[in-house]
């Protein structure tokens, strides 16, 4: 398409660079993070610290869209995003990422505590330095290392409700990063001809699509461990406990069956993909029922 045909870029443009279906899970695992806290927070407060942890993550994509949008140019699901489809230019986001995570980390320790703050900056930097610029390029232990940059929101929404950041909160933590290997490496199996076009050394890419298989499930066992962890260590009641133990039967389940799929065509990975549409669902139920568990507990 030539640059006269395009139209002119608008708030949906810069709305997409936040990448709006990440951010709606960073907000739900932010926002059970501030309230499982138990805190007493006022109201004005606590939907100020959610909106921090939305704009900060963000501002963590569009830096990230900023970064790689030659490599997005060369994906067939990300081609059409702003920056390589050339409705924005590279500049603008560049301003509006890092406009956006000043501001977020700014209002979030002017409105609830500069711990909540900090955490909210390391996490951005973390996503766009450690994950984006460092690890994703060179080594395709990229998403196990750079999971704890989405592992960050029910830690920073802790920290805004207590100003502390105690077992319970890296427990959440701990889930989510354990969670993401797993999650991702489903996505990537299905679109490995993407990331091998590119050029993304992603473990499909790099060690084979038998080898991710067996990395799902081996990564699954710890990521259980970890979400049955604040029933075991008493956190959590017989709510969370029961429906922990069911989302990881099924969980593993389905990992199982990842693990002996033998299919090479994308056609061909109906396991893969109910795994990585399941564990959208694991999380938000997880999650959900660690707090309902909690409020039940109080």
Same mark, same amino acid.
């Not at 992603?202 to 990395?215: C, E, F, Q, S």
């Not at 593993?252 to 990975?269: D, K, Q, Y």
């Given at each position: 398409?030539?640059?006269?045909?395009?139209?002119?870029?608008?708030?949906?443009?810069?709305?997409?660079?936040?990448?709006?279906?990440?951010?709606?899970?960073?907000?739900?695992?932010?926002?059970?993070?501030?309230?499982?806290? =138990?805190?007493?927070?006022?109201? &004005? +407060?606590?939907?100020? !610290?959610?909106?921090?942890?939305? %704009?900060?993550?963000? @501002? $963590?994509?569009?830096?990230?869209?900023?970064?790689?949008?030659?490599?997005?140019?060369?994906?067939?699901?990300?081609?059409?995003?702003?920056?390589?489809?050339?409705?924005?230019?590279?500049?603008?986001?560049?301003?509006?990422?890092?406009?956006?995570?000043?501001?977020?980390?700014?209002?979030?320790?002017?409105?609830?505590?500069?711990?909540?703050?900090?955490?909210?900056?390391?996490?951005?930097?973390?996503?766009?330095?450690?994950?984006?610029?460092?690890?994703?390029? =060179?080594?395709?232990?990229?998403? &196990? +290392?750079?999971?704890? !940059?989405?592992?960050?929101?029910? %830690?920073?929404?802790? @920290? $805004?409700?207590?100003?502390?950041?105690?077992?319970?909160?890296?427990?959440?933590?701990?889930?989510?990063?354990?969670?993401?290997?797993?999650?991702?490496?489903?996505?990537?199996?299905?679109?490995?001809?993407?990331?091998?076009?590119?050029?993304?050394?992603?473990?499909?890419?790099?060690?084979?699509?038998?080898?991710?298989?067996?990395?799902?499930?081996?990564?699954?066992?710890?990521?259980?461990?970890?979400?049955?962890?604040?029933?075991?260590?008493?956190?959590?009641?017989?709510?969370?406990?029961?429906?922990?133990?069911?989302?990881?039967?099924?969980?593993?389940?389905?990992?199982?069956?990842? @693990?002996?799929?033998?299919?090479?065509?994308?056609?061909?990975?109906?396991?893969?993909?109910?795994?990585?549409?399941?564990?959208?669902?694991?999380?938000?139920?997880?999650?959900?029922?660690?707090?309902?568990?909690?409020?039940?507990?109080?």
């Amino acid at each position: 398409m030539d640059q006269a045909d395009r139209m002119p870029a608008d708030w949906r443009d810069l709305f997409a660079l936040t990448k709006p279906r990440v951010m709606s899970l960073v907000v739900f695992t932010g926002l059970c993070g501030l309230v499982a806290a =138990r805190a007493p927070i006022h109201p &004005v +407060i606590a939907f100020t !610290a959610v909106l921090c942890i939305a %704009l900060g993550a963000g @501002a $963590a994509g569009a830096l990230n869209q900023w970064y790689e949008a030659d490599l997005d140019a060369k994906m067939r699901r990300t081609v059409k995003r702003p920056l390589p489809d050339g409705r924005l230019d590279r500049q603008s986001a560049l301003h509006f990422g890092v406009g956006l995570s000043v501001f977020s980390v700014i209002l979030m320790g002017v409105a609830a505590n500069w711990l909540a703050a900090a955490w909210l900056t390391i996490s951005i930097l973390f996503y766009v330095f450690v994950y984006t610029v460092w690890l994703k390029p =060179r080594t395709a232990q990229n998403i &196990v +290392i750079g999971g704890a !940059a989405g592992a960050f929101p029910p %830690l920073i929404g802790w @920290a $805004a409700a207590t100003g502390s950041t105690p077992v319970m909160a890296w427990l959440m933590f701990a889930i989510i990063f354990l969670w993401t290997p797993p999650h991702f490496w489903a996505l990537s199996l299905f679109v490995r001809s993407d990331y091998a076009k590119a050029g993304v050394p992603m473990l499909p890419v790099t060690a084979g699509i038998a080898a991710t298989r067996r990395h799902i499930l081996i990564y699954t066992l710890p990521m259980i461990a970890a979400a049955l962890a604040p029933w075991a260590l008493g956190y959590a009641g017989a709510i969370y406990g029961i429906v922990s133990a069911a989302l990881n039967l099924v969980f593993l389940l389905l990992a199982i069956r990842v @693990a002996g799929n033998r299919a090479t065509e994308p056609s061909g990975m109906a396991p893969e993909k109910k795994l990585f549409g399941f564990s959208i669902l694991y999380l938000f139920v997880l999650f959900g029922a660690l707090v309902a568990d909690r409020l039940v507990l109080a």
